[in-house]
């Protein structure tokens, strides 16, 4: 027989050529867990890498947007919680282009400390002023701090060129260790307040302006670990954003883009299944129209699985996937449309009070972690903020429901108050360990990043870090998963 033609033989020759990995075919459907901004931007980012056909169910018990949520007061809508956004958080700023989204007009406010008897660090309108201020009071301390956070921030951007080259983790310690080595893992293990007292911050400074900025961020004290503060005290330092029209049109853009089957039902658990030699995961749930179940290829739990936060059941895995301990702090928002009681500050005239915004220090006595001004989600261009002594929409955060006499005592009266009870972050000095991300072969949990920061971009991050790793180990390509010395290989690569 006569040997084949070249012409034949070449494509033969390609297709044998072509590594294994890239002939697997994509998962046919992947199950998302909470319409949070994690599950929105998980599902947007498994698209992304996995292509259009794959069916995307996200799974949704109540609105689409998780604790990015508004409240009306008026007809206008506020956000119910702090929802700033850091100048350098590079994936919100991408949803927003990608969505055709804008940045709030910024209203300017200023801001002060309250001990709960006397201001003890007013914001002026002066720049330089403020900065003799905190010289005056601390010394050096603000200076050292700039120069923590900064050092720890630069170190953080390195996980934007990581992702962008297709390199992923499949651990928060492997993460961690690849943006900050040793260091940033020790991090997670020790208060800012110790970390911040090594590189020459005053105890003075952080009991006065560290203990306020995570009063008002995390509800929590200075023994918040170093990771967590560190990111916390960035959006503080630095100059922030919010979406016009509100934070939660991300997520419910996300999905509309990514044309994701949202089905209204409440996870209660997860059952792993064999088919071909496969795993085969079906997600049980329950919704307005009772009880229901489906089979997916993989799973992303974007939701908390720490038992104070769910009832869900993990059935067929072998071992048995493990509880997460921790716990997870109270927080209430209050939004009150009133009059201030700017007598209660020390402002026996309201018309002279000049601040938008107060934190607390870590004070018995206190019973509000931090209040402020707010505006709306949409701002005219005619849009100003309301004078102290008008009738204005407060956000005040709190460790426990306002009772009537507090109410009294920051407001000299009010039309409504809209109460919002969470349990929106970790206990983070109860936490030991942090969670896992690979739960089982493809099956992944994202909200565990919340144990070393929680923050938009941080479950952005995160989001994209389980895309990856999800693509990357269904398409056994071990390259770009847990690699050491990334700086490295990046600069190889460009």
Same mark, same amino acid.
């Given at each position: 027989?006569?040997?084949?033609?070249?012409?034949?033989?070449?494509?033969?020759?390609?297709?044998?050529?072509?590594?294994?990995?890239?002939?697997?075919?994509?998962?046919? @459907?992947?199950?998302?867990?909470?319409?949070?901004?994690?599950?929105?931007?998980?599902?947007?980012?498994?698209?992304?890498?996995?292509?259009?056909?794959? *069916?995307? &169910? =996200?799974?949704?018990?109540?609105?689409?947007?998780?604790?990015?949520?508004?409240?009306?007061?008026?007809?206008?809508?506020?956000?119910?919680?702090?929802?700033?956004?850091?100048?350098?958080?590079?994936?919100?700023?991408?949803?927003?282009?990608?969505? #055709?989204?804008?940045?709030?007009?910024?209203?300017?406010?200023?801001?002060?400390?309250?001990? $709960?008897?006397?201001?003890?660090?007013?914001? /002026?309108?002066?720049?330089?002023?403020?900065?003799?201020?905190?010289?005056?009071?601390?010394?050096?301390?603000?200076?050292?701090?700039?120069?923590?956070?900064?050092?720890?921030?630069?170190?953080?951007?390195?996980?934007?060129?990581?992702?962008?080259?297709?390199?992923?983790?499949?651990?928060?310690?492997?993460?961690?260790?690849?943006?900050? $080595?040793?260091?940033?893992?020790?991090?997670?293990?020790?208060?800012?307040?110790?970390?911040?007292?090594?590189?020459?911050?005053?105890?003075?400074?952080?009991? &006065?302006?560290?203990?306020?900025?995570?009063?008002?961020?995390?509800?929590?004290?200075?023994?918040?670990?170093?990771?967590?503060?560190?990111?916390?005290?960035?959006?503080?330092?630095?100059?922030?954003?919010?979406?016009?029209?509100? @934070?939660?049109?991300?997520?419910?853009?996300?999905?509309?883009?990514?044309?994701?089957?949202?089905? +209204?039902?409440?996870?209660? #658990?997860?059952?792993?299944?064999?088919?071909?030699?496969?795993?085969?995961?079906?997600?049980?749930?329950?919704?307005?129209?009772?009880? $229901?179940?489906?089979?997916?290829?993989?799973?992303?739990?974007?939701?908390?699985?720490? +038992?104070?936060?769910?009832?869900?059941?993990?059935?067929?895995?072998?071992?048995?996937?493990?509880?997460? +301990? #921790?716990?997870?702090?109270?927080?209430?928002?209050?939004?009150?449309?009133?009059?201030?009681?700017?007598?209660?500050?020390?402002?026996?005239?309201?018309?002279?009070?000049?601040?938008?915004?107060?934190?607390?220090?870590?004070?018995?006595?206190?019973?509000?972690?931090?209040?402020?001004?707010?505006?709306?989600?949409?701002?005219?261009?005619?849009?100003?903020?309301? *004078?102290?002594?008008?009738?204005?929409?407060?956000?005040?955060?709190?460790?426990?429901?306002?009772?009537?006499?507090?109410?009294? /005592?920051?407001?000299?009266?009010?039309?409504?108050?809209?109460?919002?009870?969470?349990?929106?972050?970790?206990?983070?000095?109860?936490?030991?360990?942090? +969670?896992?991300? =690979?739960?089982?072969?493809?099956?992944?949990?994202?909200?565990?990043?919340?144990?070393?920061?929680?923050?938009?971009?941080?479950?952005?991050?995160?989001?994209? @870090?389980?895309?990856?790793?999800?693509?990357?180990?269904?398409?056994?390509?071990?390259?770009?998963?847990?690699? %050491?010395?990334?700086?490295?290989?990046? %600069?190889?690569?460009?």
């Amino acid at each position: 027989m006569a040997p084949p033609p070249a012409a034949l033989l070449l494509p033969v020759l390609a297709a044998l050529m072509v590594p294994a990995t890239a002939t697997r075919t994509p998962p046919r @459907n992947i199950a998302v867990v909470g319409a949070g901004l994690g599950g929105s931007a998980v599902a947007y980012f498994l698209q992304q890498h996995f292509g259009p056909q794959v *069916q995307l &169910d =996200v799974f949704e018990p109540a609105g689409v947007g998780g604790r990015l949520a508004t409240v009306t007061v008026n007809k206008q809508q506020y956000e119910s919680r702090g929802a700033s956004i850091h100048a350098l958080s590079l994936h919100m700023q991408d949803f927003v282009k990608i969505l #055709g989204l804008k940045h709030r007009r910024e209203v300017a406010g200023k801001s002060a400390i309250f001990s $709960g008897e006397h201001f003890i660090l007013e914001e /002026t309108d002066w720049y330089l002023l403020n900065l003799f201020r905190l010289w005056w009071h601390y010394g050096i301390s603000f200076l050292r701090l700039q120069m923590w956070v900064e050092g720890v921030m630069e170190k953080f951007m390195r996980i934007y060129k990581y992702q962008a080259h297709g390199y992923a983790f499949s651990s928060l310690e492997e993460l961690l260790h690849s943006l900050g $080595g040793d260091a940033f893992i020790n991090m997670t293990q020790r208060s800012v307040a110790e970390s911040l007292l090594e590189v020459g911050v005053t105890q003075r400074f952080v009991d &006065d302006v560290i203990a306020a900025v995570l009063r008002s961020s995390y509800g929590q004290s200075v023994l918040v670990p170093a990771f967590a503060g560190a990111m916390s005290l960035a959006g503080a330092q630095g100059s922030t954003w919010e979406v016009e029209g509100g @934070n939660k049109l991300v997520c419910s853009g996300l999905l509309k883009l990514t044309k994701a089957n949202i089905i +209204p039902a409440r996870v209660t #658990g997860v059952s792993l299944h064999s088919s071909e030699g496969r795993a085969l995961y079906q997600v049980h749930y329950e919704g307005s129209e009772g009880q $229901g179940s489906a089979f997916y290829d993989m799973v992303v739990v974007t939701t908390p699985l720490h +038992p104070s936060r769910s009832n869900f059941t993990f059935e067929n895995f072998e071992p048995p996937i493990a509880d997460f +301990p #921790g716990a997870f702090q109270p927080s209430v928002t209050s939004v009150v449309h009133g009059y201030l009681n700017s007598s209660y500050f020390g402002f026996p005239d309201p018309k002279l009070f000049p601040f938008a915004s107060i934190l607390t220090t870590d004070t018995p006595d206190l019973f509000f972690n931090a209040m402020d001004n707010i505006c709306p989600v949409n701002i005219s261009a005619a849009f100003r903020r309301k *004078q102290p002594q008008e009738a204005a929409v407060w956000r005040v955060l709190s460790p426990q429901p306002l009772d009537k006499p507090q109410l009294k /005592t920051l407001f000299r009266s009010y039309y409504s108050v809209q109460v919002t009870e969470w349990q929106t972050y970790p206990r983070y000095d109860a936490a030991k360990s942090l +969670p896992p991300i =690979v739960l089982h072969d493809n099956l992944f949990y994202l909200s565990g990043v919340e144990w070393v920061a929680s923050s938009m971009e941080m479950i952005a991050v995160a989001a994209k @870090n389980v895309a990856l790793l999800a693509y990357n180990r269904w398409h056994q390509d071990l390259e770009k998963i847990d690699q %050491k010395d990334l700086m490295h290989k990046v %600069k190889t690569e460009l």
